[in-house]
């Protein structure tokens, strides 16, 4: 016990010497600007920005989104059973993932020969494509890229899925406005060998967008079967119109029964159009086919957009499925 004064007075100076070595000195906080992400697709909105030293929930850093809403009526519409009596689910898509499934599908990319054959006005693109919340998206922006003035996307299942005869279902929720054409449809597997019309085409469905009462209609939709004809393009085609609204509304389903006889077109299990092809000359629809999804801006058939047409749109599809 000697000395113990001694040692007390020292641990009573040692204390806050210590503790003033290990006090850590605060850092100031340096604001940063962020951006809300209400779609959560890793995109911020430029018009709405937040700033704040730490990201707050919900928000980016960038703010490179141009369309911050997610689609409307995302639940709304027709739907389709995914079993039906005497048939087998042959293949499906229902979007499930957080990206477009490359083992079934191909992105096209440019503007193709000619606008695609078409004088279409986008140059399509990887980026314009997402899959997210079960649904595929496919946006056409106006933004320049490969001397075009707009861009979209343009997918295949070419040599990743071909097949012939079946029952094919595609839900949707269509895009609007003049200049606006969004296509579900088949291509003969052959047309490298033999090329377009000889290899046959199946539109499922096409819409020529536009406020008026013509061909350029948001609640009207078309379907087309196109062969060769002794060298010459042969098309028959029919159509089908809401009573009301448009197809941007809500969610449809397209569908065509495909057997060796004929093909049939519904809208929302309504029949419209049908075809028959056991002539010879139709023998382009006894092959196998590849399906295609696309969203094109202008060319022949819908036009240039004008003042009217809204951009960016999208082309949303829930599910395509196949039954034999």
């Given amino acids: ?35 809300l992400d209400a779609d959560a697709d890793g995109l911020g909105d430029k018009s709405k920005p937040y ?13 490179n989104d141009d369309n911050d809403e997610p689609p409307k009526n995302i639940n709304k519409g027709y739907s389709t059973p995914a079993t039906y009596p005497n048939m ?13 499934n490359e083992k079934f599908w191909n992105y096209e990319i440019g503007n193709g020969d000619n606008g695609w054959g078409n004088k279409e006005l986008q140059y399509y693109k990887k980026e314009n494509t997402t899959v997210k919340d079960g649904y595929l998206t496919i946006q056409a922006k106006s933004e320049s890229a490969g001397n075009q003035v707009y861009t979209s996307s343009r997918l295949t299942t070419q040599n ?13 929720l269509l895009p609007k406005g003049q200049g606006i054409w969004p296509a ?3 291509l003969g597997k052959n047309i490298p ?14 819409m020529i967008g536009g406020n008026g009462s013509g061909a350029g209609s948001d ?5 087309t079967a196109h062969w060769d004809n002794s060298g010459q393009h042969a098309q028959y085609g029919g159509n089908t119109k809401l009573t009301s609204g448009t197809f941007n509304d809500e969610f449809h389903v397209f569908s065509i029964v495909w057997d060796e006889k004929k093909i049939a077109w519904y809208l929302d299990d309504k029949q419209f159009h049908i075809i028959d092809t056991t002539p010879s000359g139709l023998s382009e629809f006894q092959e196998e ?3 295609l999804v696309n969203l094109a801006v202008g060319g022949d058939w819908p036009g240039r957009p004008d003042g009217t047409t809204v951009l960016p749109q999208q082309l949303v599809v829930d599910y395509i499925r196949v039954f034999q």
């Fill in 193 to 206: 060998q033999v090329n377009w019309p000889k290899c046959g085409e199946i539109d499922i469905m096409e």
């Fill in 289 to 291: 086919y590849f399906l």
């Fill in 51 to 63: 700033e704040a030293c730490e990201r707050p929930v919900g928000y980016v850093s960038n703010s």
């Fill in 1 to 35: 016990m000697k000395n113990s004064g001694f040692n007390i007075l020292l641990f009573a100076f040692f204390i806050p010497l210590t503790y003033s070595a290990c006090k850590k000195e605060e850092t100031p906080c340096v604001k940063t600007t962020w951006y």
């Fill in 184 to 186: 579900l449809w088949m």
């Fill in 160 to 172: 990743k899925f071909n097949f012939k005869y079946g029952r094919i279902d595609i839900r949707a």
């Fill in 88 to 100: 087998k689910l042959l293949w499906a898509d229902e979007f499930d993932g957080t990206s477009l």
């Fill in 219 to 223: 609640r009207t939709t078309y379907g």
